[in-house]
């Protein structure tokens, strides 16, 4: 009877410890490349950011009665700024909106400063804008592709956490480990600039 005991003992031990061993670390790794990915949509936010007053410069040269979108640009440039986000934000829903709500305010006014654009023929034909637009462009796209890459991490580490084995051995090893948010873009973000003449 001993025996018995010591082998379904040993069966039903063995294969969890080997699943807690084998499945460690996979939660920290999974953590750390979503902070890696977020931190990449955060570069290019900054690269945009960085790019926006040479643009706003060079537009205002040629449409001196457009202030409001200049300002508006820079204003929403300075609430983006503002806001500081890091590692421990990914953990704070609030947050994470409060950042997305400033991005999506600071993409709207460049939707309407390129608007704005559309009236000066000049201004479109100009090489530092046309260089600068270029950029802007570049920028966009990688910030789209670090939204991606970003949401396909913390869907990774979310399945991580709410399947098995993982569960099982977040549940054991890594109590503090809880699913995160994704990125969501915000009402003004889906909808589509208006173009008038």
Same mark, same amino acid.
Do not use: C
């Given at each position: 009877?001993?025996?018995?005991?010591?082998?379904?003992?040993?069966?039903?031990?063995?294969? *969890?410890?080997?699943? *807690?061993? %084998?499945?460690?670390?996979?939660?920290?790794?999974? =953590?750390? =490349?979503?902070?890696?990915?977020?931190?990449?949509?955060? %570069?290019?936010?900054?690269?945009?950011? =960085?790019? *926006?007053?040479?643009?706003?410069?060079?537009?205002?040269?040629?449409?001196?009665?457009?202030?409001?979108?200049?300002?508006?640009?820079?204003?929403?440039?300075?609430?983006?700024?503002?806001?500081?986000?890091?590692?421990?934000?990914?953990?704070?829903?609030?947050?994470?909106?409060?950042?997305?709500?400033?991005?999506?305010?600071?993409?709207?006014?460049?939707?309407?400063?390129?608007?704005?654009?559309?009236?000066?023929? =000049?201004?479109?034909?100009?090489?530092?804008?046309?260089?600068?637009?270029?950029?802007?462009?570049?920028?966009?796209?990688?910030?789209?592709?670090?939204?991606?890459?970003?949401?396909?991490?913390?869907?990774?580490?979310? *399945?991580?956490?709410?399947?098995?084995?993982?569960?099982?051995?977040?549940?054991?090893?890594?109590?503090?480990?809880?699913?995160?948010?994704?990125?969501?873009?915000?009402?003004?973000?889906?909808?589509?600039?208006?173009?008038?003449?």
């Amino acid at each position: 009877m001993k025996k018995i005991l010591l082998i379904l003992i040993v069966a039903i031990v063995v294969p *969890i410890v080997y699943l *807690i061993i %084998n499945n460690y670390n996979n939660v920290p790794k999974l =953590d750390e =490349d979503v902070k890696e990915k977020w931190s990449q949509v955060q %570069n290019q936010y900054k690269r945009r950011a =960085d790019l *926006i007053p040479n643009l706003v410069s060079t537009v205002k040269g040629y449409a001196e009665h457009e202030k409001s979108t200049f300002v508006e640009v820079t204003e929403a440039r300075s609430k983006v700024s503002q806001i500081n986000v890091n590692a421990d934000t990914l953990n704070n829903p609030a947050a994470m909106q409060q950042f997305s709500q400033a991005q999506a305010g600071l993409s709207s006014a460049l939707s309407k400063l390129m608007l704005v654009v559309e009236k000066y023929p =000049d201004l479109k034909a100009n090489e530092n804008f046309m260089a600068l637009q270029s950029q802007l462009e570049g920028t966009e796209n990688r910030i789209t592709v670090a939204r991606k890459d970003f949401i396909t991490s913390v869907k990774n580490y979310n *399945i991580e956490l709410r399947t098995m084995p993982g569960k099982l051995v977040a549940a054991i090893v890594h109590p503090s480990a809880t699913v995160k948010e994704t990125f969501k873009a915000s009402a003004i973000e889906q909808e589509a600039p208006k173009v008038s003449f």
